[in-house]
């Protein structure tokens, strides 16, 4: 199965991803990395690791349609199979979501529907919940609307600062995305064979 990790900052989800696919944790291929922000450390962990990838801003494109159109040239130019958002801050439209039915999956740091959006983290803190969580969906025209493929809940401490509710959220995003991903390449990959 070959996957393309889309992310627009630090990436540290992109990287767990790819340390479990060297580790042999999940049966894909990262064929490359999309970037809208040429200044991300996304960037230098893809070269790190040898990963090809297409950094385009849409502002540097002549309309919305015209960026999303770029991107999927080079998609099927890579032959992906299937688009993993991670910490990407952008909704992506019709043309992604239409070449890519079902093919595009998300992470979220809430247990949604609560906390949909930019951020899940600190409204869930603010808001004083007891529990909060990770929830990995299917991307849809809507935001963080989605299918859900799996959650996994976090019981938060009373005595928590919201630096210390982020790091028990994104220890969980680090195991349970990879998990995800192989069993969705384990499903591509069964697929495949009883094609043949």
Request: aromatic share 6%; proline share 4%; glycine share 8%.
């Amino acid at each position: 199965m070959n996957l393309a990790l889309f992310a627009s900052g630090n990436g540290s989800n992109v990287q767990a991803i790819i340390d479990a696919v060297k580790a042999g944790k999940i049966a894909g291929n990262i064929k490359c990395i999309v970037c809208d922000n040429s200044k991300a450390y996304v960037i230098n962990r893809a070269k790190e690791a040898g990963i090809d990838t297409f950094i385009l801003s849409p502002k540097d494109s002549p309309s919305r349609q015209a960026w999303e159109l770029e991107i999927i040239k080079y998609l099927k130019a890579h032959k992906v199979d299937l688009i993993i958002l991670a910490g990407f801050m952008r909704i992506l439209g019709a043309n992604l979501l239409n070449h890519y039915p079902k093919k595009i999956i998300n992470i979220h740091p809430s247990l949604l529907p609560a906390f949909p959006g930019r951020q899940g983290i600190q409204d869930a803190y603010n808001a004083g919940v007891k529990e909060s969580g990770v929830t990995i969906h299917y991307v849809d025209e809507g935001i963080d609307t989605g299918e859900i493929i799996a959650q996994k809940r976090l019981q938060i401490q009373p005595e928590w600062t919201l630096e210390e509710l982020e790091n028990n959220i994104h220890q969980i995003e680090h195991s349970l995305y990879p998990k995800v991903i192989q069993q969705l390449a384990k499903e591509f990959n069964e697929k495949g064979s009883n094609v043949k």
